[in-house]
């Protein structure tokens, strides 16, 4: 079986060029307040059995990038398991949970790819952050590709309870030393606000 995202550990990322870091990465953020949907949703959608990657993705981290895409609506377009392959001799292919494009409205996946967004179960959350790490590489090339210039790719694990963020500029990835979590709706949609803003 060739190689995918799935597959990559921290070793790994030496051989794409990748050097990871940890710090503390938003000093300043924007406010996003929830509205009324987001709440009554989550709030339905807690009552329902999450106790799968694929039920958390659809019942917690969709709503919140649906949330997302509709308080930006001229500014994102959000892509749920697309295949982004780019490069399958360096295993820079597969699946990816979600992608996050600056190109509004746009029909099928297009640059400049923005961020990645990797589901994960909780214990796994760390353990995942070399194949996000590998799709925002792949993002990055994919841009690049199609001629797009974005000077940053950012990327989060999540199990949708738990967020940790991740940046890519050049060949060095920072990992945020905070956590953020859907009890902090309001913090963790301003984390994402100040994403959007840097495009």
């Not at 913090?187 to 606000?193: A, P, R, S, T």
């Amino acid at each position: 079986m060739k190689k995918s995202y799935s597959h990559y550990v921290f070793e790994d990322l030496a051989d794409l060029g990748i050097s990871v870091t940890t710090a503390q990465l938003f000093q300043k953020t924007l406010q996003l307040k929830p509205t009324a949907w987001i709440l009554e949703t989550l709030a339905f959608n807690k009552t329902l059995p999450m106790s799968t990657e694929k039920a958390r993705s659809e019942l917690l981290i969709m709503p919140i990038l649906l949330e997302l895409k509709r308080q930006n609506v001229l500014k994102i377009t959000l892509f749920s398991g697309y295949k982004l392959d780019v490069d399958t001799s360096r295993g820079l292919r597969g699946f990816c949970d979600f992608l996050i494009s600056t190109k509004p409205q746009a029909p099928f996946l297009e640059s400049p790819i923005i961020a990645v967004v990797e589901a994960k179960q909780d214990k796994d959350l760390m353990e995942a952050a070399p194949q996000c790490i590998a799709e925002m590489y792949a993002a990055q090339l994919f841009n690049e590709k199609h001629k797009t210039q974005v000077p940053v790719i950012f990327g989060t694990v999540t199990s949708g309870y738990e967020w940790i963020f991740m940046k890519l500029e050049n060949q060095q990835v920072i990992i945020d030393t905070e956590r953020y979590t859907i009890k902090d709706l309001e913090d963790l949609l301003g984390i994402w606000q100040t994403i959007i803003a840097e495009f």
